[in-house]
Antibody, heavy 120, light 110 residues
Framework: QVQLQESGPGLVKPSQTLSLTCTVS??????????WSWIRQPAGKGLEWIGR???????NYNPSLKSRVTMSVDTSKNQFSLKLTSVTAADTAVYYC????????????WGQGTLVTVSS | QSVLTQPPSASGTPGQRVTISCSGS????????VYWYQQLPGTAPKLLIY???QRPSGVPDRFSGSKSGTSASLAISGLRSEDEADYYC???????????FGGGTMLTVL
């Protein structure tokens, strides 16, 4: 059974870069045509899709975040990553990684989530 | 602001049937599948319904989904206290390309 786990700093200073990694266990990140995705949720608010990447190299980002987001995948480590530049307090949220497939909006399973706070 | 519109709250008593609506447009619900996610307090969301009305294994048949035109609904019958959670609809939006979520509906079991 595939499981996902987010990791990264819980505190990032304004204007700096948020970096998170999602480690996939219980299966190979290269098997199947899955979309490895990031979703975030500010406290008390709804879900926001950040983007997704496939091991084939195909990438899609949320247009509202596109200028600040970079995603990558490391098949040797069974991991995929998120970088979000020039962060502000508005980027404070719980960040989830999730596997999507066979369609890009079928998210299952999800990681447990990691809280990232943007503050000086 | 969410492109998919859900009521912020819903409620029911144990045993009742409740429905949660999700309204979109021709570029999302009208032309793509709808998914529903359940988020229990303090936990990550969980897939509840896929492809409009399909249940993953392990999801009770008390949960059902439907879609008509540019709207979708989630129905929960035989309401139980453990159903108290936030529910989100989601769909791919063709313009611009990307996944969009509804604002979420907080379900209270009275």
């Amino acid at each position: 059974q595939v499981q996902l786990q987010e990791s990264g700093p819980g505190l990032v200073k304004p204007s700096q870069t948020l970096s998170l990694t999602c480690t996939v266990s219980g299966g190979s990140i290269s098997s199947g045509s899955y979309y490895w995705s990031w979703i975030r949720q500010p406290a008390g608010k709804g879900l926001e899709w950040i983007g997704r990447i496939q091991t084939s190299g195909s990438i899609n980002y949320n247009p509202s975040l596109k200028s600040r987001v970079t995603m990558s995948v490391d098949t040797s480590k069974n991991q995929f990553s998120l970088k979000l530049t020039s962060v502000t307090a508005a980027d404070t949220a719980v960040y989830y990684c999730a596997r999507a497939g066979p369609t890009p909006d079928r998210f299952d399973p999800w990681g447990q989530g990691t809280l990232v706070t943007v503050s000086s | 602001q969410s492109v998919l519109t859900q009521p912020p709250s819903a409620s029911g008593t144990p045993g009742q049937r409740v429905t949660i609506s999700c309204s979109g447009s021709s570029s999302n619900i009208g032309s793509n599948y709808v998914y529903w996610y359940q988020q229990l307090p303090g936990t990550a969301p969980k897939l509840l319904i896929y492809r409009n009305n399909q249940r993953p294994s392990g999801v009770p048949d008390r949960f059902s989904g439907s879609k008509s035109g540019t709207s979708a609904s989630l129905a929960i019958s035989g309401l139980r206290s453990e159903d108290e959670a936030d529910y989100y609809c989601a769909a791919w939006d063709d313009s611009p390309n990307g996944v969009i979520f509804g604002g979420g509906t907080m379900l209270t079991v009275l």
